[in-house]
């Protein structure tokens, strides 16, 4: 059964693309090289990124913090949850079904920790 919370927190996505932006200028990096790394994104991807219009995918992701030298959590800006009526999702760690070596369970076990710290502060229902 999952939980029940009253609030989810999100990512604050014009923050997490200019902490993205000042990442990448602290290593030397432009827009160019951040889509290179990932595979040929498009500059216009890159961009949008940079511009809080979109976030980079789970995948481009754990690149971009391979290729900057940090973590994801580094990369992300996660706002406080905000009240809504909606069912929770399990954000935990067990990985039931999944299988060592799995990218959704190295995923979960690391942003899971993260979303985790938000959603202490809702009430479960």
């Known amino acids: 059964m999952y939980p029940v919370y009253d609030c989810y927190p999100t990512i604050d996505m014009e923050a997490t693309g200019r902490n993205l932006w000042q990442l990448a ?16 994104v498009t500059n216009q991807a890159v961009y949008k990124w940079l511009n809080g219009r979109t976030v980079p995918t789970v995948d481009n992701l754990v690149i971009l913090a391979d290729y900057l030298q940090v973590s994801i959590e580094d990369i992300l800006v996660i706002r406080p949850g905000s009240r809504r009526g909606n069912q929770g ?29 938000f959603l202490r502060q809702c009430t479960v229902g």
């Open 25 to 40: 200028r602290s290593e030397g990096r432009s827009a160019r090289d951040l889509g290179e790394a990932v595979g040929g």
């Open 89 to 117: 999702a399990d954000y935990g760690e067990s990985g039931a079904g999944l299988k060592a070596g799995d990218p959704l369970l190295f995923f979960r076990s690391v942003v899971g920790r993260f979303v985790k710290a």
